[in-house]
């Protein structure tokens, strides 16, 4: 691997994508992608006590399921990457803890499943690993628990707000494609903390976009590739508001989206019928909808170039109460089908 | 006497148009600025302390009834108006025990009323 | 469009973009539902006072009877369906401040009894009183040199 441009890193041993899985909520498996994902549950609590343990529960058992439907076994999986949005990560601990796979808790709000896909495909492409294992998730409850109110508290959600999405995604990487076809990680774009003074957290899409917009130009530059050059161009989470912007945006600095961009945010609920307001968020979101939906696309080569961008807000309800801005990131992966 | 027939439609009338008025001003409140409802309910029971405080509530409360006394305005008028009256027969002291003294009920029931409803309640999802 | 540098610049595009809430829907609706709450209030202080109470318990029954049932629709996991409709018309009224007791309450039962339910009932209330009883207070302190 080496460094190209600014800040992008030419993976040279493309990563393979050898197995996806997904795992959505009661909601979520109402909405349009309900058929690409593994597992709908019925309830939020998914026979548990706490949202924070049905959390837990979502994240291990969507592991196991990558894990059992790969094929490989969970001891040559050399390394696992996972985060949450609950407090110092404890859903992919608490969840993971008994899984006997070294752990790297990452923490990238909803931007933690291409953080995480990103460096576990340093550590294949760097020969440090065989096998890893990515995953993330996220919960409604122990979100709204957590970041805002009580779910019994009848207030109004302003129209710009987004829906923490209930569900996980886990994705293995591995340095061979076991005789499968797979899409492969080409180029991984970490991408920088970008403030442009947002407070309002109703409103992550706006504060999110900038970070997405300085995220997608620096990838498109660093391998002087044009956004046509991808068959999609996916950010995760924007929703409808931060979606408009970034398309907005990006056409102000002379590069035309308009064709192949969409929002995993706008993709997973039908805004009209399940009233989600500007759409889903939370690190569950992309995950569950790249798992689900987009890695059929890919398999089924009905996309063949993808350019994968979470955005995550870098706040928490501390920093809201004291009138701080929310800092913004987005991380790229680009996902191409090369045989 | 039947009750219903001692109903005054009139005053029922007032208490209805009033304590919407006052509903209104919350939602623009609500609307047009990104106050939490922590926040507007703060204001509100503080304007109805200043309001019940300077006397001018009671004039309200007069013209509405409950439809000036349900609103969280009229929370605080009654605390004013608790504090206000206890100082007239027992000083200083009164200051701080009208206020609490003059709206228990309501407080007591709240925290009552809660801890039931977390003993038989369970969290539910929103479904929208 | 022309291209956004500063920080100013996009948070004016962005408050451009932003959809407003339907102000006016959300006001006619809190006007009723408000309304109807404190009507609700009327009939039982007029009950009350028909029965022959004063007037000073008779506002007392209405607080708790209006705190009662705002506690069992928020139990029952209907209030919240009630204030996403109805905005300032459920939150405003005594029965808001009861809701923003109980919630809390039913969601850090988790927690325990101890400190989920008896610690974190007033995370949102809890400036409520501490402002309104602060207030009174002050109010009474003052009084005193009129007396």
């Known amino acids: 691997m080496r460094k190209i441009g600014k800040q992008t890193i030419a993976l040279d041993n493309a990563p393979y994508i050898v197995e996806t899985s997904s795992i959505v909520g009661p909601k979520e498996a109402e909405g349009p992608l309900a058929k690409y994902f593994d597992q709908c549950l019925e309830d939020e609590f998914w026979g548990e006590k706490t949202w924070e343990k049905a959390e837990s529960k979502i994240i291990k058992e969507n592991v196991n399921s990558v894990v059992a439907k790969s094929g490989i076994p969970s001891s040559n999986i050399d390394y696992c990457f996972a985060g949450d949005l609950l407090n110092q990560c404890i859903s992919s601990s608490f969840g993971l803890r008994e899984t006997n796979i070294p752990f790297f808790g990452i923490f990238g709000a909803c931007s933690t499943f291409v953080e995480g896909m990103s460096l576990g495909s340093l550590f294949i492409d760097g020969g440090a690993a065989s096998n890893v294992l990515c995953a993330t998730s996220s919960h409604f409850c122990s979100a709204e628990k957590q970041f805002r109110f009580p779910l019994e508290l009848g207030n109004q959600r302003p129209p710009s707000s987004q829906w923490t999405v209930t569900g996980s995604g886990a994705a293995i990487l591995s340095n061979t494609n076991y005789g499968k076809s797979c899409p492969q990680i080409t180029y991984t774009t970490p991408g920088k903390i970008v403030d442009m003074g947002v407070k309002d957290a109703n409103n992550m899409g706006a504060a999110m976009a900038p970070a997405a917009l300085d995220t997608l130009?620096?990838?498109?530059?660093d391998t002087g590739r044009k956004p046509s050059f991808y068959d999609a161009i996916i950010t995760g989470d924007l929703g409808y508001i931060g979606k408009d912007i970034l398309t907005e945006l990006a056409e102000t600095k002379g590069y035309n989206i308009k064709n192949n961009y969409n929002d995993c945010g706008v993709l997973i609920f039908d805004k009209d019928t399940q009233d989600t307001h500007s759409g889903g968020s939370g690190c569950g979101c992309i995950g569950s909808v790249f798992s689900g939906y987009f890695y059929q696309m890919l398999k089924e080569h009905k996309i063949n170039r993808l350019l994968l961008i979470a955005t995550g807000a870098l706040m928490n309800s501390t920093s809201s109460q004291q009138g701080e801005s929310i800092p913004g990131i987005a991380h790229a992966v680009a996902i191409e089908n090369l045989e | 006497m039947d009750f219903f027939q001692s109903i005054d439609w009139m005053q029922l009338l007032r208490c209805f148009v009033v304590g919407g008025l006052i509903c209104i001003i919350g939602q623009i409140l609500i609307d047009k600025t990104k106050l939490t409802s922590a926040r507007i309910l703060v204001i509100f029971v503080t304007t109805g302390v200043i309001l019940g405080g300077l006397g001018i509530y009671q004039y309200l409360i007069d013209f509405a009834g409950c439809g000036a006394t349900v609103p969280l305005l009229g929370f605080g008028a009654n605390l004013a108006k608790g504090a206000i009256q206890e100082v007239q027969t027992s000083g200083l002291l009164g200051a701080f025990i009208g206020g609490v003294k003059a709206s228990a009920g309501g407080i007591a029931a709240a925290i009552f009323f809660g801890y039931i409803a977390s003993l038989i309640a369970k969290p539910k999802i929103k479904k929208q | 469009m022309k291209s956004i540098e500063t920080k100013q610049e996009y948070l004016d595009y962005v408050d451009k973009k932003s959809p407003n809430s339907p102000i006016l829907k959300n006001c006619f609706n809190a006007f009723w539902v408000g309304g109807l709450i404190c009507s609700i209030g009327q009939i039982i202080f007029d009950f009350c006072a028909f029965k022959g109470l004063d007037q000073t318990s008779c506002s007392t029954v209405v607080s708790i009877v209006l705190i009662g049932i705002a506690a069992l629709l928020t139990g029952?996991?209907?209030?919240?369906?009630?204030?996403?409709?109805?905005?300032?018309?459920?939150?405003?009224?005594?029965?808001?401040?009861?809701?923003?007791?109980?919630?809390?309450?039913?969601?850090?039962?988790?927690?325990?009894y101890v400190m989920g339910v008896g610690g974190k009932m007033f995370t949102v209330a809890g400036p409520v009183l501490v402002f309104g009883i602060s207030a009174s207070v002050i109010v009474g302190i003052i009084a005193t040199f009129f007396v």
């Not at chain 3, 209030?79 to 007791?101: M, Q, R």
């Open chain 3, 76 to 112: 029952l996991n209907i209030f919240n369906k009630i204030g996403k409709f109805a905005g300032a018309g459920s939150l405003v009224p005594i029965t808001g401040f009861a809701n923003s007791i109980v919630s809390p309450a039913i969601e850090y039962k988790s927690e325990g």
């Open chain 1, 217 to 221: 130009i620096t990838h498109l530059q």
